[in-house]
């Protein structure tokens, strides 16, 4: 077994690759805020018309001019017969939940504004999804073999001005026509009371001698530049997603897109495709089914593209059925753009509430969360609900952690001993291994015994962590006292200009409960690990700076427990008491 100089050897590995991983987190984010602003270089915030890798053909149908990719050369395309407005109009729209605003060119949603949610930078300001700033956008088309249906460059005839979901009514509707020849398109905005989820719909009228076969691309575009507030230690996902019964769900960041690398999910007669970002998402649902809709079972395309420099798209093409001549055919689609509220999601479609990804931890971080939504709706508080949740987990772990204190007791009490032996027994290691082994046994120390336990909770602190960051409910929860954000870092006395550093209470009480912990435990005998380990409660500290306040609570707690179990095992040790047999009086 090893000695307790290997298992103090591997807890300083383990925290200096911790450290690395932060330095390597902390140098990307410089980099990324560094860099030119690759996002001013897209010079046209529409994305080009997605090809599909089956032929759209239609039995029967004649063969006219092949569709042209809109936005090639960055002009709008003239549709012969379109009816073509002389300026781009727009239509705003305000409900309860969001102001929108849609524009003529293509019948884009190109603003999206949050009226429950605050700014993450200014919170005197309302959230904005879509919009300019990332040049995010939602956007539909129709493609169909041999016609010129219109996509998201094609002009649409929209009455601008202003829409508001009045008091008494429970939906508002926006409506803009389009001409392609002898097919007449209108698209459909409406919006529900309440809800974060627009439906938005075609009706194609087929005023033509053939037959046409339309399908839908429904996608959203973006920039890749980080969202606002994104923390430089802990940067979380933001990119494309997709789902389907089959493959289930997957991501792809911006990175990926940008290497064309193969798309995480396959076709499918189910499935919907979006991006999220930290606590929010937005998806293109399934078209509804319904009894003019016959594309049931007809297998949907998802895709990402790099439309140009830094700037991607991510969406899925949906075949919408065939249309007789003089026939009328409707297609209803989904939007939905909202907070990452699993149960909210977990109601609009199957599936959707896995943005909240917790990855390989799920199993352990998904109790944990719904643990954690009871104790807020018992206690009122996040926080609250945050130091409860770590006095239970720390009980549950009570008999692990008491063995690991036990063993660093033990050995603190024989140090002395173990120097001894080291100056008696000088380079001669076998005789001293032996030494130390017989006084382990005397002593009933488990050299292995205060690291296995703390390797065995490992994984359920990652979980809680990861169940902390990923909750869009801390988003500007507030706690008590200075405390008004647990998602945002302790700004209690400020920040320290030019790096931007945050400087609160909570991380220098958790360097200060690290610093106790250290002082508690047997010191290393080699000099300069003993040194390393005295400076990594202020080089963690200056790392938990960052880190949002929720989760420094959440350490805070835990090493409080920590410090006044380990205080009473140790003085029991000290005492010549065995904490085993008093535990069973």
């Known amino acids: 077994m090893p000695s307790m100089d290997t298992r103090r050897l591997i807890l300083f590995f383990i925290f200096s690759f911790s450290l690395v991983m932060l330095w390597d987190a902390w140098q990307k984010q410089q980099a990324k805020l560094n860099a030119p602003a690759q996002a001013t270089a897209t010079k046209s915030p529409a994305a080009g018309v997605p090809t599909p890798s089956v032929p759209l053909a239609v039995p029967g149908a004649v063969p006219v001019a092949p569709v042209v990719a809109p936005g090639a050369a960055g002009a709008i395309p003239v549709v012969p017969g379109a009816i073509v407005p002389a300026a781009i109009s727009k239509a705003v729209v305000k409900t309860d939940v969001f102001v929108a605003e849609i524009v003529s060119e293509g019948g884009d949603l190109r603003y999206l504004e ?92 087929n005023g033509s001698a053939v037959p046409i076969a339309p399908s839908a691309y429904l996608q959203m575009v973006r920039n890749g530049k980080a969202p606002d507030g994104d923390s430089q230690f802990l940067q979380t996902f933001t990119g494309a997603a997709f789902f389907n019964e089959k493959e289930n769900f997957h991501k792809q960041d911006f990175s990926d897109i940008e290497k064309a690398k193969t798309i995480p999910v396959k076709a499918a007669p189910d499935g919907w495709a979006g991006m999220i970002q930290h606590y929010f998402a937005v998806a293109w649902l399934p078209p509804k089914a319904g009894p003019a809709a016959n594309w049931n079972g007809a297998q949907r395309e998802f895709y990402t593209k790099k439309v140009s420099e830094n700037y991607y798209s991510a969406g899925m093409i949906v075949p919408a059925g065939t249309i007789a001549p003089g026939a009328t055919m409707k297609f209803d689609a989904r939007l939905l753009a909202g907070p990452q509220d699993q149960d909210m999601l977990a109601a609009i479609q199957p599936g959707l509430n896995l943005v909240v990804d917790y990855g390989w931890l799920t199993i352990i971080a998904q109790p944990m969360f719904e643990l954690l939504k009871w104790l807020h709706k018992m206690l009122g508080n996040w926080g609250l609900a945050i130091i409860a949740l770590t006095v239970i987990i720390k009980g549950v772990f009570f008999p692990l952690s008491a063995a690991s204190y036990k063993s660093m007791a033990r050995m603190k009490k024989v140090a002395p001993r ?46 809680l962590y990861w169940t902390l960051l990923a909750s869009v409910e801390m988003r500007h929860a507030p706690f008590y006292g200075w405390i008004t954000d647990l998602s945002a870092p302790d700004t209690l006395f400020g920040t320290i200009p030019g790096i931007n550093m945050p400087i609160g209470l909570l991380p220098i009480v958790m360097a200060a409960s690290m610093f106790i912990q250290t002082k508690m435990n047997p010191t290393p005998p080699d000099p300069i690990q003993a040194k390393m380990m005295a400076i990594m409660p202020i080089v963690f500290s200056i790392f938990f700076f960052f880190f949002p306040a929720g989760l420094v609570l959440y350490w805070v707690v835990n090493n409080v427990l920590s410090i006044a179990q380990q205080w009473q095992i140790t003085k029991m040790i000290e005492r010549g008491e065995d904490p085993d047999k008093k535990k069973k009086k």
């Open 114 to 205: 949050f009226l429950q949610h605050k700014s993450t930078l200014d919170k005197t300001k309302t959230f904005v999804m879509l919009g300019p700033q990332h040049s995010y956008f939602a956007q539909t088309g129709l493609l169909a073999a041999g016609v010129d249906l219109p996509t998201h460059k094609t002009p649409f005839a929209l009455g601008g001005g202003n829409y508001a979901l009045k008091a008494g009514e429970n939906t508002l509707a926006v409506r803009m026509e389009a001409q392609a020849g002898a097919i007449k398109v209108a698209k459909i905005y409406t919006f529900t009371r309440g809800s974060y989820v627009i439906d938005v719909g075609y009706e194609i009228s």
């Open 418 to 463: 173990l120097a001894a032996m080291k100056e008696r027994y000088g380079n001669d290691r076998m005789k001293m291994n032996q030494a130390m082994m017989e006084l382990y046994k005397e002593e009933k120390i488990n050299p292995l015994g205060g690291c296995l336990p703390i390797v065995i909770q490992i994984p359920v602190f990652i979980a």
